[in-house]
C-alpha cells in the first residue's frame, strides 16, 4: 500500500483509528533495533512493533484486518521513551499513522514527529481512557482531528485534545519542515560563530 | 525560568534566532555522527540539493554495528558493511573527519569523542543519538537529535530547539567504596522516575559530584536520558581541566590558558536560580541492580524485588509487567538470582576506570561455570590503554572474553546478542525487553564491578562482599 507522506499545512486528518495500551512504550518496543540496519527508511513500515507482534501471532493491532488502513493511534503515558531513534515515528508513519493522541509524549519522540508532519496531542487520562473506549467499542467510525480548536470528534461525542502553541503554530502554517527555515539565518550565523570563544582561538 | 546556570550561558552563546514556533534555533559546536542515524540524514540533504555547512565541526565514527570479535573487512554482515561503506562515503563526498576501523580513534561514539579532547566545557554538542548527554559531563550542553535534526544540523550547523528548564540535582558527602557512579544514577532514576526529567536539563552538583572522576561523571551524565532528562551537565573543575590537558584536540599554549578562564566563567553562579532543586545524600546510596524492563526499576542489593501490590498506583501495571516478563519472584532478594551472560562494556561503563575497577574483583578468581563472561572496550584508545596495564590479561585469565570495541551486546545490533531467555549482568544502560538482542532477554543494569562479581559467583552478588577478600 502506498501512503502520501505528510506535507505542508496540516490542519485536519480523519480517519480510523486503533488503540495501542500500555505506559512508557519505548521506541526498543515500536521498532526493535535490529531493524535499525538499514541505510533507507522505507521498508520500516511492514517492522513496526515487529516483536510484539510476533509474541501476539496475528492478534496485535497493527495486524488485525479491521485497523488496515486506519491513520490514527491513541496511546497511553509517556509513549516513544528510550532511544532516541527516529525509525519509530518513521516506522509508524510509514505503516500509515499520521496522528497520535496519549496522555503524555516523550520529549524527543514529539519532536521526531513533528519533523515528520505528525501531531501527537495529549489529554488528560480520563479522557483517553474514554477515547479509547470508544475507539475500541466501534472500530469502523471513522474520527475527525481538527487542528484548528485541537478536537477529536466522531460526530457524536467530541474531545478536546491539547498541544503546546510551537507546535501548533509549525503545523498550522506548514512550517515543520525546519530545514529551510534555519537555511534562512546565514547572516545570524555567522554572528553567533563570530561570538563563539572556542572557533575563535578563545580570543575574548 | 533558570539564570545564570551554565544551562543558560552555554544557550545564550549558541542562540542563533528565536523562531516563530517558540523555538530557539541554537549553534550546533560539535555534531558527532555514526553509522545509523546519519544515511537517511545525507539522502535528505543530497535530495534537497544542499551541502554541509560546517564540515569541520562534525566528526564521525562507527560503532552499533562494528562486530567486535573479527573486525576485518568487508564484515560478514553485508547489511552492517553496507552502512559503514555508506558513512565513509558520506564524509569523503563532504569532507567530514572519520574514524574510522583501524584508526586507533574508532570507538563508541560517547566514548572516543571526550577521548580525544573534542568534547569541551561551553560547547553544545548534538548526535544522532540519545546518549549524547555524556557529553555534558565536561559543562557542554549535550543532547540527542533524531535524523530530520541531523539532516538540520548537517545543512546549517543549527537546530530548532525548545529551552529546557533546568534541574539541579545536588548530592552530598562521597560514595562509599564499593558503590560507584553507576549505582547513584540508577538511584536517582528510581527515585525522580524514568520521566521524572522530562523537559528538563539535569544539572549534577554537589561534594559527591565534586569528587568523582571525568570518566564517573560521564556515567552519570550518560544515563540522564533514561531518567527522562535530555541532558544532563556538570559545571567543569579542575578535575575536568586536568583531563582535557594536552588531549589531541584540546587547546594548546597560550590558548589553553584563555580557554580555562572562559571555562571557569561557565559554571553556574552561586546565586544561580534553578527551576527545581533536589538533594541527597550520596553516602546513604548501596550498590544498585534494575529488576524490571525499564531503568527507573531499581533496588539496592540489600533489598527484595518489590511486590507490585505495594507500589504506589502508577507504577503497578508497569511492574506487574516486570515481574511476568523477567520471570522474578516478588519479595525474594535481587541478590542470589542467577545470571547466564555476562557484559562489561558500552558508552555507560566501557572506559578504562570502568574496566580497571570490574578487573579488581575478578583478579584471583575464575568466572563461575556456564556463564559467558566478555569485556567490551569503549574504544580502541581504551583497549589499548588496558592492555598496556595487562588489564586484558586478568580478564582472559579468570574466562572472560575480550573483544574488539564497539557498542556490542549494548543494543546487538551487531552478532553479540542474548539468545532466547537469557539473562544477563550489564553494564550497558538500558534493560527495555527484548534491548540486547533476544525478543525475550532480560537484562539486569549494574556498575561493572557488579557484573563481574556477578561473572564469578553466576549470581548477583554484593561486590563489597569480594572488595574485602
Ligand atoms: S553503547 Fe549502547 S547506548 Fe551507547 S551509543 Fe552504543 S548502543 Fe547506544
Redesign the interface.
Given at each position: 500500500m502506498k501512503h502520501e507522506f505528510p506535507k505542508g499545512e496540516i490542519k485536519s486528518i480523519s480517519g480510523r483509528s486503533f488503540v495501542i495500551k500500555?505506559?512508557?512504550i519505548?521506541t526498543?518496543?515500536i521498532i526493535?533495533?535490529?531493524f535499525?540496519?538499514?541505510?533507507?527508511?522505507s521498508a520500516l513500515g511492514e517492522q513496526v512493533f515487529a516483536?510484539d507482534r510476533?509474541?501476539l501471532k496475528g492478534n496485535h493491532p497493527f495486524d488485525l484486518d479491521q485497523n488496515k488502513g486506519a491513520n490514527i493511534l491513541i496511546v497511553n503515558d509517556?509513549f516513544g521513551?528510550?532511544?532516541?531513534?527516529?525509525?519509530a515515528?518513521?516506522a509508524l508513519m510509514r505503516w500509515g499513522i499520521r496522528l497520535i493522541v496519549g496522555e503524555?509524549f516523550?520529549?524527543?519522540f514529539f519532536?521526531?514527529c513533528l519533523?515528520?508532519g505528525i501531531p501527537c496531542l495529549t489529554a488528560p487520562k480520563t479522557e483517553i481512557t474514554k477515547l479509547q473506549k470508544l475507539v475500541d467499542d466501534n472500530p469502523k467510525q471513522i474520527w475527525d482531528f481538527k487542528l484548528k480548536d485541537s478536537t477529536i470528534s466522531n460526530q457524536k461525542e467530541t474531545l478536546k485534545l491539547n498541544l503546546?502553541?510551537?507546535?501548533y503554530?509549525?503545523l498550522f502554517?506548514g512550517?515543520w519542515d525546519?530545514?529551510s527555515?534555519?537555511?534562512a539565518?546565514e547572516e545570524?550565523?555567522k554572528n553567533?560563530?563570530k561570538?563563539?570563544?572556542?572557533?575563535n582561538?578563545?580570543?575574548? | 525560568m533558570s539564570s545564570g546556570t551554565l544551562y543558560d550561558k552555554v544557550w545564550n552563546?549558541?542562540?542563533?534566532?528565536e523562531?516563530?514556533?517558540?523555538?530557539t534555533?541554537l549553534?550546533v559546536?560539535l555534531h558527532l555522527i555514526h553509522e545509523?542515524?546519519s544515511?537517511?540524514a545525507f539522502?535528505a540533504i543530497h535530495e534537497?540539493n544542499?551541502g554541509v555547512?560546517f564540515p569541520n565541526l562534525t566528526i564521525a565514527t562507527v560503532d552499533?554495528?562494528v562486530p567486535t570479535s573479527n573486525q576485518e573487512r568487508p564484515f560478514n554482515?553485508p547489511?552492517?558493511e553496507?552502512?559503514l561503506a555508506?558513512l565513509e562515503k558520506n564524509c569523503k563526498s563532504h569532507g567530514i573527519k572519520f574514524h574510522g576501523i583501524g584508526s586507533n580513534s574508532q570507538g563508541v561514539v560517547h566514548v572516543m569523542a571526550p577521548e580525544l579532547g573534542l568534547t569541551?566545557p561551553?560547547?553544545t554538542v548534538a548526535c544522532?543519538?540519545?546518549h549524547t548527554s555524556t557529553h555534558g559531563a565536561f559543562g557542554a550542553i549535550a543532547f540527542?537529535?533524531?535524523?530530520?535534526?541531523v539532516?538540520?544540523v548537517l545543512?546549517?550547523?543549527?537546530?530548532?530547539m525548545?529551552k529546557l528548564k533546568v534541574r539541579r540535582i545536588w548530592v552530598d558527602g562521597e560514595l562509599q567504596k564499593g558503590v560507584y557512579a553507576k549505582d547513584l544514577i540508577l538511584h536517582i532514576i528510581r527515585h525522580l522516575g524514568?520521566?521524572g526529567g522530562?523537559?528538563f536539563a539535569y544539572e549534577f552538583a554537589g561534594p559527591a559530584i565534586e569528587k568523582l572522576s571525568m570518566e564517573s561523571r560521564m556515567t552519570i551524565c550518560n544515563m540522564a536520558?533514561e531518567g527522562?532528562a535530555?541532558c544532563g551537565y556538570i559545571n567543569p573543575d579542575e578535575t575536568t581541566f586536568q583531563y582535557l590537558k594536552d588531549k589531541e584536540c584540546s587547546?594548546k599554549g597560550q590558548?589553553w590558558d584563555?580557554?580555562i578562564?572562559?571555562w571557569r566563567s561557565l559554571a553556574s553562579d552561586s546565586e544561580a536560580k534553578f527551576d527545581d532543586e533536589i538533594q541527597l545524600d550520596g553516602s546513604l546510596i548501596e550498590p544498585t541492580v534494575t529488576w524490571g524492563i525499564?531503568p527507573g526499576q531499581g533496588i539496592s542489593i540489600k533489598e527484595k524485588i518489590p511486590n507490585p501490590e505495594s507500589l504506589p498506583k502508577?507504577e503497578q501495571?508497569?511492574a506487574k509487567?516486570a515481574c511476568k516478563y523477567m520471570n522474578l519472584e516478588p519479595d525474594n532478594p535481587i541478590e542470589g538470582v542467577e545470571i547466564d551472560v555476562c557484559f562489561i562494556g558500552s558508552c555507560t561503563n566501557g572506559r578504562l576506570s570502568d574496566l580497571e575497577e570490574a578487573s579488581k574483583i575478578v583478579k584471583g578468581y575464575t568466572v563461575a561455570t556456564g556463564i559467558r563472561a566478555f569485556v567490551v572496550p569503549g574504544s580502541q584508545q581504551v583497549a589499548k590503554d588496558a592492555k598496556s596495564k595487562g588489564i586484558d590479561k586478568i580478564f582472559l585469565n579468570a574466562g572472560f572474553e575480550w573483544r574488539e570495541p564497539g557498542c556490542s551486546m549494548c543494543?546487538?545490533?551487531n552478532p553479540d546478542k542474548l539468545e532466547g531467555r537469557q539473562i544477563s549482568a550489564s553494564s550497558s544502560n538500558?534493560n527495555?525487553?527484548?534491548?540486547q538482542?533476544s525478543?525475550n532477554g532480560r537484562t539486569l543494569l549494574m556498575s561493572p564491578a557488579m557484573v563481574a562479581a556477578a561473572a564469578i559467583n553466576g549470581k548477583v552478588t554484593d561486590v563489597r562482599k569480594l572488595l574485602q577478600k
Amino acid at each position: 500500500m502506498k501512503h502520501e507522506f505528510p506535507k505542508g499545512e496540516i490542519k485536519s486528518i480523519s480517519g480510523r483509528s486503533f488503540v495501542i495500551k500500555g505506559d512508557d512504550i519505548d521506541t526498543d518496543r515500536i521498532i526493535p533495533a535490529r531493524f535499525l540496519k538499514c541505510v533507507s527508511f522505507s521498508a520500516l513500515g511492514e517492522q513496526v512493533f515487529a516483536d510484539d507482534r510476533k509474541e501476539l501471532k496475528g492478534n496485535h493491532p497493527f495486524d488485525l484486518d479491521q485497523n488496515k488502513g486506519a491513520n490514527i493511534l491513541i496511546v497511553n503515558d509517556n509513549f516513544g521513551c528510550g532511544s532516541s531513534r527516529e525509525h519509530a515515528p518513521q516506522a509508524l508513519m510509514r505503516w500509515g499513522i499520521r496522528l497520535i493522541v496519549g496522555e503524555s509524549f516523550a520529549e524527543i519522540f514529539f519532536g521526531n514527529c513533528l519533523a515528520l508532519g505528525i501531531p501527537c496531542l495529549t489529554a488528560p487520562k480520563t479522557e483517553i481512557t474514554k477515547l479509547q473506549k470508544l475507539v475500541d467499542d466501534n472500530p469502523k467510525q471513522i474520527w475527525d482531528f481538527k487542528l484548528k480548536d485541537s478536537t477529536i470528534s466522531n460526530q457524536k461525542e467530541t474531545l478536546k485534545l491539547n498541544l503546546e502553541e510551537g507546535a501548533y503554530k509549525m503545523l498550522f502554517s506548514g512550517k515543520w519542515d525546519a530545514t529551510s527555515q534555519l537555511l534562512a539565518e546565514e547572516e545570524r550565523i555567522k554572528n553567533t560563530v563570530k561570538n563563539l570563544p572556542y572557533l575563535n582561538n578563545f580570543k575574548q | 525560568m533558570s539564570s545564570g546556570t551554565l544551562y543558560d550561558k552555554v544557550w545564550n552563546f549558541h542562540r542563533v534566532k528565536e523562531l516563530p514556533g517558540g523555538s530557539t534555533q541554537l549553534f550546533v559546536g560539535l555534531h558527532l555522527i555514526h553509522e545509523v542515524t546519519s544515511p537517511q540524514a545525507f539522502s535528505a540533504i543530497h535530495e534537497k540539493n544542499l551541502g554541509v555547512k560546517f564540515p569541520n565541526l562534525t566528526i564521525a565514527t562507527v560503532d552499533h554495528i562494528v562486530p567486535t570479535s573479527n573486525q576485518e573487512r568487508p564484515f560478514n554482515d553485508p547489511l552492517a558493511e553496507e552502512m559503514l561503506a555508506t558513512l565513509e562515503k558520506n564524509c569523503k563526498s563532504h569532507g567530514i573527519k572519520f574514524h574510522g576501523i583501524g584508526s586507533n580513534s574508532q570507538g563508541v561514539v560517547h566514548v572516543m569523542a571526550p577521548e580525544l579532547g573534542l568534547t569541551q566545557p561551553g560547547m553544545t554538542v548534538a548526535c544522532g543519538d540519545s546518549h549524547t548527554s555524556t557529553h555534558g559531563a565536561f559543562g557542554a550542553i549535550a543532547f540527542g537529535i533524531g535524523t530530520s535534526q541531523v539532516r538540520d544540523v548537517l545543512a546549517s550547523q543549527s537546530l530548532a530547539m525548545k529551552k529546557l528548564k533546568v534541574r539541579r540535582i545536588w548530592v552530598d558527602g562521597e560514595l562509599q567504596k564499593g558503590v560507584y557512579a553507576k549505582d547513584l544514577i540508577l538511584h536517582i532514576i528510581r527515585h525522580l522516575g524514568v520521566k521524572g526529567g522530562v523537559g528538563f536539563a539535569y544539572e549534577f552538583a554537589g561534594p559527591a559530584i565534586e569528587k568523582l572522576s571525568m570518566e564517573s561523571r560521564m556515567t552519570i551524565c550518560n544515563m540522564a536520558i533514561e531518567g527522562g532528562a535530555r541532558c544532563g551537565y556538570i559545571n567543569p573543575d579542575e578535575t575536568t581541566f586536568q583531563y582535557l590537558k594536552d588531549k589531541e584536540c584540546s587547546p594548546k599554549g597560550q590558548e589553553w590558558d584563555k580557554a580555562i578562564t572562559w571555562w571557569r566563567s561557565l559554571a553556574s553562579d552561586s546565586e544561580a536560580k534553578f527551576d527545581d532543586e533536589i538533594q541527597l545524600d550520596g553516602s546513604l546510596i548501596e550498590p544498585t541492580v534494575t529488576w524490571g524492563i525499564t531503568p527507573g526499576q531499581g533496588i539496592s542489593i540489600k533489598e527484595k524485588i518489590p511486590n507490585p501490590e505495594s507500589l504506589p498506583k502508577n507504577e503497578q501495571q508497569i511492574a506487574k509487567d516486570a515481574c511476568k516478563y523477567m520471570n522474578l519472584e516478588p519479595d525474594n532478594p535481587i541478590e542470589g538470582v542467577e545470571i547466564d551472560v555476562c557484559f562489561i562494556g558500552s558508552c555507560t561503563n566501557g572506559r578504562l576506570s570502568d574496566l580497571e575497577e570490574a578487573s579488581k574483583i575478578v583478579k584471583g578468581y575464575t568466572v563461575a561455570t556456564g556463564i559467558r563472561a566478555f569485556v567490551v572496550p569503549g574504544s580502541q584508545q581504551v583497549a589499548k590503554d588496558a592492555k598496556s596495564k595487562g588489564i586484558d590479561k586478568i580478564f582472559l585469565n579468570a574466562g572472560f572474553e575480550w573483544r574488539e570495541p564497539g557498542c556490542s551486546m549494548c543494543l546487538a545490533m551487531n552478532p553479540d546478542k542474548l539468545e532466547g531467555r537469557q539473562i544477563s549482568a550489564s553494564s550497558s544502560n538500558r534493560n527495555f525487553k527484548g534491548r540486547q538482542g533476544s525478543a525475550n532477554g532480560r537484562t539486569l543494569l549494574m556498575s561493572p564491578a557488579m557484573v563481574a562479581a556477578a561473572a564469578i559467583n553466576g549470581k548477583v552478588t554484593d561486590v563489597r562482599k569480594l572488595l574485602q577478600k
